[in-house]
Every structure is written in C-alpha cells, then in structure tokens.
C-alpha cells in the first residue's frame, strides 16, 4: 500500500507539468511502455503476467483521474495556483516513478 500511496504523491507534479506543457493527462504510449516493461519484469520476478498488467492498467487509470481533477480545478481557477513548483517529467518524476515500479515488483 506504501508504494501505491508514493506513486499518487507525485501525481500533482506530473499533472502540473504536463498542464504547463499542454500535454494530455492520457499518454497512451508512455502507458503501453509501462505496461510492457511490468509484464517482462513479472515474470523475472515469478508473478503472473496477467495479473500484474490489471493491476498496474488500475493504478494508472486512478492516476489519471487525480490529474484530470487537477486539471478541472485549474481551469475553473484560471490556472496553476501562484508559486506553483513544476517539476521536470521526464528527468525528475519519471525516474522515481520507475523506481517505485520496480519496488512494487520485486
């Protein structure tokens, strides 16, 4: 439940930073390349592949519901709140996501 809870920590960051960058909160491909790398590793790990997918498919639909209700609520408000910090998606959420996948797996 840990990891779940960290993986939804960094969701204000991802949703601000793809709201600065006008990037859709669906990003089907980056998904896809999730989902594949968890069904090669749960194997790895003896887990079933399956199962590991619907599992992982949850977390990210739950993902995106937090960041399309962000979004909502900075439309409704003009905007990203003032002061808002915007991390770098790619090179300073991405990583730790990735760690905490890995985490969930082993």
């Known amino acids: 439940m840990q990891t779940i809870d960290a993986r939804l920590a960094f969701m204000d960051g991802v949703a601000a930073a793809k709201w600065k960058s006008g990037a859709p909160v669906l990003d089907a491909a980056r998904e896809q390349q999730v989902l594949d790398q968890v069904v090669r590793l749960a194997s790895d790990y ?10 992982f498919t949850l977390q990210m639909r ?3 519901e937090w960041q399309e209700r962000r979004h909502a609520a900075w439309r409704e408000h003009g905007g990203l709140p003032a002061g808002t910090s915007v991390p770098d998606l790619a090179k300073q959420i991405r990583p730790q996501l990735d760690a905490i996948t890995a985490t969930q797996l082993n």
């Open 46 to 55: 003896g887990l079933e592949p399956d199962t590991t997918r619907a599992v």
């Open 62 to 64: 739950l993902a995106r």
